[in-house]
């Protein structure tokens, strides 16, 4: 069976997450993240992440959107670029 042939099992957002495509690096562990339901945010890259997950433009995450401030959210999980083609593939995002 070929690579290309295989599906993996990725980690599918909660009630609460969203598909999202990191557009710019802001700095200060801050990125700006296009969201699946079209919403621009800025989302932190909370402590446990840094330093053990690199995330550079055009990664795809999972963010969890500020349930009092929504234009602002807090990365959850990075998929790496075969994962991202499997969720492109699968018709998940755009």
Known sequence: MSESTQRRDLRMPDDDEVFAVVTEMLGANR??????????????????????????????????????????????WRYERDEAQQLREEGHIH
């Open 31 to 76: 990125v700006q993240v296009r969201c699946a339901d079209g919403t621009e945010r800025t989302a932190r890259i909370p402590g446990r992440m840094q330093k053990r997950v690199w995330i550079r433009e055009d990664d795809v995450v999972l963010v969890e959107p500020w349930d009092w401030q929504d234009e602002k959210a807090d990365v959850e």
